[in-house]
């Protein structure tokens, strides 16, 4: 009922949740032979080392022989997400959040921007899971992903070198911590096995904490004669990365990093942080890692069946932003209610695995 009160209406404000970033799978490449129809992902991976040429004794002797370069094979199977959201007939009726309440709907307008708007929504859970598939295998080597039960549904075991993935002994933030140690420790083991120079350091909240107040790394930065680092004021650098300054220690020059993004638990409902804050990612920046996208396939478009929704892309993929999702659209038998789908097949992979580890810090 109408009164004599006047209102204005102001524009809508939404909270969907912050905006997922990609801080960690922003390292992963997705050049367009990353997006494919098949089930599995396949790759060849040919392994060399620093071997020098051994010198012989004189002309007449013959050649020594080198092997031919030795390769392996690999096939990993992408894990799925296939999310759908409902709209009832009579939620057409309805006012949606902005519009004027006296103002006749427009059934497909509303139809099309309710289901964009869910869709969207989709999207940002998607995009999180594919963050927290990176994050684990960056801190980890292994994925595993569970529904709201707990229960894994998916895993996958990459297999790195335990070497990669050390414990302190001496957990950061304590006296006798050897945070130079570790991380020196670490990155010669990286150098070893992946032939690439360490060169980045990606701290939980915890571990920079007890980094930048340990007392031997301190020393770096009061020295007043060598630079070996400056801890620089937060500057949030692209995908939600925070650049906290540099270091040197031992043989390299490290850029340091943290991270805040989060997500909520399926299970709990509790925020975790992407990045563990008692860990300590050391990295090759230049090294490769890949996000491949699997489609999935749908009958009715494959055979030409009329589209539900001509409005809805079938298909949205962004090489530059690391996506690939597949919409699908169905109505019930009644007619009374429209179904929108929204699926994806990403897969995570850490191509050059010995160009990373990850220190448990015990920060």
Same mark, same amino acid.
């Given at each position: ?29 997705? %050049? ?45 199977? %992408? ?16 006012? +949606?959040?902005?519009?004027? %309440? ?12 309710? +289901? ?40 996958? *075991? ?17 006296? &006798? ?9 670490? &990155? ?14 990606? +701290?939980? #909240? ?20 060598? *630079? ?26 490290? @850029? ?12 709990? !409902? ?5 990045? @563990?804050?008692?860990?300590?990612? #050391? ?29 809805? %892309? ?20 009644? !007619? ?12 995570? +992979?850490?191509? &050059? ?11």
């Amino acid at each position: 009922m109408s009164t004599e009160t006047t209102r204005r209406m102001i524009s809508v404000y939404n909270q969907n949740g912050s905006q997922p970033i990609r801080f960690l799978s922003g390292f992963f490449q997705s %050049p367009p032979q990353n997006f494919h129809t098949s089930e599995d992902v396949e790759i060849d991976i040919v392994r060399g080392d620093e071997d020098i040429a051994v010198v012989i004794q004189d002309l007449t002797t013959g050649y020594r022989m080198n092997s031919e370069d030795i390769y392996t094979n690999k096939a990993f199977k %992408p894990p799925i997400f296939k999310e759908a959201v409902a709209l009832n007939s009579f939620d057409l009726l309805k006012r +949606m959040p902005g519009q004027n %309440p006296f103002a006749s709907p427009d059934y497909r307008a509303n139809v099309i921007t309710r +289901m964009f708007g869910a869709m969207q929504k989709v999207e940002r859970k998607i995009r999180r899971s594919i963050e927290v598939q990176a994050s684990q295998v960056m801190q980890t080597g292994i994925v595993t992903l569970t529904d709201s039960n707990g229960v894994a549904l998916y895993t996958l *075991d990459y297999k790195p070198k335990a070497t990669h993935f050390p414990t302190a002994a001496v957990a950061w933030g304590l006296p &006798a911590a050897t945070i130079e140690a570790d991380i020196s420790s670490l &990155a010669e083991v990286i150098r070893n096995d992946g032939l690439e120079d360490p060169d980045q350091l990606i +701290m939980g #909240v915890d571990t920079f904490e007890a980094f930048i107040k340990d007392t031997e790394i301190q020393k770096r930065y009061d020295n007043r004669r060598i *630079d070996l680092g400056t801890i620089a004021p937060m500057q949030v650098r692209g995908n939600g990365g925070s650049y906290r300054g540099i270091v040197e220690i031992g043989h390299y020059r490290y @850029d340091i990093w943290t991270y805040g993004g989060r997500y909520k638990d399926p299970q709990t !409902g509790t925020k975790i942080s992407y990045v @563990d804050p008692g860990s300590c990612i #050391v990295r090759s920046s230049s090294a490769r890692l890949d996000a491949t996208f699997g489609a999935i396939p749908n009958i009715g478009k494959e055979i030409g069946g009329a589209r539900i929704l001509p409005e809805l %892309p079938g298909r949205m993929t962004n090489v530059e932003g690391g996506m690939d999702l597949f919409t699908n659209a169905w109505i019930s038998n009644d !007619g009374e209610q429209l179904f929108g789908g929204i699926g994806a097949r990403p897969l995570m +992979m850490p191509t &050059a695995i010995d160009t990373y580890g990850n220190i448990t810090t015990g920060a």
